[in-house]
């Protein structure tokens, strides 16, 4: 419980990487009577739900929706290509990368990982090596991460596109965007991805609960070519299904396609490109406050380069106990929410207390991103932790479109 005298009360804000703000909109549609299953607006909704996902995620092809969060959609994109002694190749910059690999393994999968560490995008050079020195091509699918949500990296995957073509490897490429649908730019089909990976909350809006595959011929070719798919996670009825039932192999997620649907509309009424455009101007208004920051004290970036940063979710660190000291105060004190660094130190290792992650995915505008930026402030004031000035008028100026 939070004590009567602080600032916590009124509106909290939850600036974690996912699941991220829900939009009134999204919350309304959801609350609602349970709807009939086998017939009637349910099924005319859900069909436009798939249509317009396709749209989010500029694919022309079929998309398999999945009552499950990220892990099922990473397992379920896995299960349909991948036997047991098939080999993949995953180039990896954080936790993320590390955990598909592991669902791989799991599944009986080879896995051969290039580790980028824990602030560095893909090296595509030794990509490349890897693809030419596998001559008997037997690397069946790449699995890269779009945005690594524990680093707050951005990988350059037309890049990636250009290294399999270039190499002349037939291995299918299989992109995670759970962190970056809806939030940064990704183009499935201009881009040449085969399998594209996300779930709905995140960009999406909605809360925790249903996950996508998307995916192209290529990737069905091999998915036919296989001896056996689960019959849950098989993405062919649920990608072209015959009987309504078959969109989610059972029960419908009847609330989850509501509050999708108002999701999307929020997402093309404002329009993907302004979406994305948005979050990379929120974005930046956040870089220009953590640069101020650092130039005294020890408030870092994780990753660089700007060019390399996602759009919709930011992995800094202070030194010492002070990120874990500053999410404590801001949560007790003014009902904001920050992300615990993942991933940056071992489980249980005190240096983990200087992590910690900016969500800044969806729902989200110039007025949160100040206020956002303004309680970190207050509670690196509140908590002595030393640290540069000027960072809201910086963020300020990117808002008012003066930098
Ligand atoms: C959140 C996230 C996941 C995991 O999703 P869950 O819904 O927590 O299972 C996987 N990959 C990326 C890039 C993510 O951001």
């Not at 759970?178 to 089909?189: G, N, P, Q, T, Y």
């Not at 509501?258 to 929020?266: E, F, S, T, V």
């Not at 660089?304 to 202070?318: F, G, I, Q």
Request: include cysteine; hydrophobic fraction near 45%.
């Amino acid at each position: 419980m939070t004590h009567p005298s602080t600032l916590a009360q009124g509106r909290s804000y939850l600036a974690i990487p996912g699941p991220s703000v829900i939009p009134d909109a999204v919350l309304q549609a959801m609350h609602r009577a349970a709807p009939n299953i086998y017939g009637g607006e349910l099924v005319e909704v859900t069909h436009s739900v798939v249509a317009d996902l396709k749209r989010v995620a500029r694919t022309r092809h079929k998309v398999a929706m999945y009552l499950a969060n990220g892990h099922g959609a990473w397992e379920a994109a896995l299960a349909n290509v991948l036997s047991p002694g098939d080999l993949v190749l995953v180039p990896a910059t954080g936790r993320f990368g590390m955990g598909w690999a592991d669902m791989a393994q799991g599944l009986g999968a080879e896995t051969q990982i290039i580790d980028f560490g824990k602030s560095s995008p893909f090296d595509l050079d030794r990509v490349a090596e890897a693809l030419r020195a596998d001559t008997g091509h037997r690397i069946k699918a790449v699995l890269a991460t779009h945005v690594d949500t524990s680093s707050s990296v951005r990988n350059d995957i037309p890049g990636l596109r250009r290294v399999l073509d270039d190499c002349a490897h037939p291995a299918l490429l299989m992109v995670d965007c759970i962190a970056s649908l809806a939030c940064d730019r990704f183009e499935m089909d201009d881009w040449g991805v085969d399998v594209t990976v996300a779930a709905c909350q995140k960009g999406l809006m909605v809360p925790p609960g249903m996950s996508f595959v998307f995916f192209n011929p290529r990737a069905e070719a091999v998915r036919n070519a296989m001896p056996r798919v689960s019959r849950y996670w098989d993405w062919g009825p649920r990608g072209a299904p015959a009987e309504y039932y078959q969109h989610f192999g059972g029960t419908a997620g009847t609330h989850h396609v509501y509050g999708l649907r108002a999701a999307l509309d929020l997402i093309h009424g404002e329009g993907i490109e302004a979406v994305w455009t948005r979050h990379e101007t929120l974005a930046r208004a956040i870089w220009a406050a953590c640069e101020a920051w650092g130039q005294e004290g020890d408030f870092h970036l994780n990753i660089a380069d700007p060019a390399l940063r996602s759009h919709a979710v930011t992995a800094a660190r202070l030194s010492g106990p002070d990120g874990t000291r500053l999410r404590n105060w801001l949560s007790d004190n003014i009902g904001l929410t920050l992300g615990i660094g993942l991933g940056m130190a071992p489980a249980g290792d005190p240096a983990g207390d200087a992590f910690f992650r900016l969500g800044h995915m969806g729902h989200v505008n110039g007025q949160m991103i100040m206020a956002l930026l303004g309680g970190i402030e207050a509670g690196m004031a509140a908590n002595d932790i030393a640290h540069g000035s000027g960072a809201l008028s910086a963020a300020a100026r990117v808002i008012a479109g003066k930098a």
